[in-house]
């Protein structure tokens, strides 16, 4: 089962940006794509941006040039750089490992933009 945390939320004014890691334990799963989702209260779960193996990325039009995503494999972590952020990125970001297996979440980091 693979084993997923984030760290990097916090408290930040409109503009300015933040680094989001997702720390993740493979156990022999073969992640093979990995995803950040946020949820903001009374909302849906929606994608943010998505990378499969290192280099194939996808991103959601509303962060799109804002927000870069990236995978170190050696140090088995998620990236999500955010920057130029707004009050509608505030929500919790979670991290998702997909693998043959299945999918596995992290349970989240809080992310607030307001001034």
């Known amino acids: 089962q693979v084993q997923l945390e984030e760290s990097g939320g916090g408290l930040v004014q409109p503009g300015g940006s933040l680094r989001l890691s997702c720390v993740y334990i493979d156990n022999g799963a073969g992640i093979t794509s990995m995803s950040w989702y946020r949820q903001a209260p009374g909302k849906q779960r929606e994608l943010v941006a998505g990378i499969a193996g290192i280099r194939s990325t996808r991103y959601s039009d509303s962060v799109k040039g804002r927000f870069t995503i990236s995978r170190d494999i050696r140090k088995n972590t998620l990236y999500l750089q955010m920057n130029n952020l707004k009050p509608e990125d505030t929500a919790l970001y979670l991290c998702?490992?997909?693998?043959?297996?299945?999918?596995?979440w992290g349970p989240g980091t809080q992310v607030t933009v307001s001034s």
């Open positions: 998702k490992g997909h693998s043959p297996w299945g999918d596995s």
